[in-house]
């Protein structure tokens, strides 16, 4: 019965913590969402090494300038491998949706196939990328 007095500071912890937890999951998705985003941008890829080499290194204009020169030869080869290297993983999920298909029933593969149509959206929402045809 003593306990039942004291049901309003339980529930408001249990809330306190809820909206803790809530929040927590929330900002952590968005935030690994975000750093994700920015390390898959090449357009600013360069300004932020420079901009993060100067902040911590304080280079001189002489040495600022042969790495940008250094960035700007080596950012493509970056850039590339890593295209094709999204391309690769691209071509393996492709690959492995069909061999999913292959042991689902055909309603299943129906809800599978809808699954495919979001998850082929949402690379292209956030990363402009389209994953090959089947």
Known sequence: MRLLRYWKI??????????????????????????????????????GVMNVLQSKLNLTSQQHEKIEELLDQHGREIHGTFSRTFNDCGHILVQLQRQIDQELTPQQRAIHEQMKQQFRAELKKKFNFDLPEE
């Open 10 to 47: 339980v529930l408001g912890l249990v809330l306190v913590f809820g909206a803790g937890t809530v929040s927590g999951i929330v900002g952590t998705h968005y935030f690994i969402k975000r750093g994700i985003e920015r390390a898959l941008n090449f357009e600013h890829w360069k300004a």
